[in-house]
């Protein structure tokens, strides 16, 4: 059973920068594709950004393209989203999610789900 533990998350003022890690255990992870998404209160959990199990390919909403950045370190278990250039509207919990292989966009395809981080951005 793999498991993910996010951290990195904080208050930041409009502008700022924080960087999420996800640290996953329990499986091999050079085999899992991985993914962030979103949740603000009220809203569904809204695609992010995803890597392929080899970091050789990423995926990016359109709302994060140009300002995050996703990549992963297979020798330390760990995915990362660079967040720049934050918004007030970034507010949300950030999940990391896995699933075997290949990457997707869509929450329902991943089998493997961290606890989530908040990130709240101040204007």
């Known amino acids: 059973q793999v498991q993910l533990v996010e951290s990195g998350g904080g208050l930041v003022q409009a502008g700022g920068s924080l960087r999420l890690s996800c640290v996953a255990s329990g499986g091999t992870f050079s085999n899992y594709a991985m993914g962030w998404f979103r949740q603000a209160p009220g809203k569904e959990r809204d695609f992010v950004a995803a890597?392929?199990?080899?970091?050789?390919?990423?995926y990016y909403a359109d709302f994060v393209k140009g300002r995050f950045t996703i990549s992963r370190d297979n020798a330390k278990n760990t995915v990362y989203l660079q967040m720049n250039s934050l918004k007030p509207e970034d507010t949300a919990a950030y999940f990391c999610?896995?699933?075997?292989?290949?990457?997707?966009?869509?929450?329902?395809?991943?089998?493997?789900w961290g606890q989530g981080t908040q990130v709240t951005v101040s204007s």
């Open positions: 999610a896995g699933r075997t292989w290949i990457a997707t966009m869509s929450a329902d395809g991943y089998d493997y």
């Open positions: 890597i392929s199990w080899s970091g050789g390919h990423t």
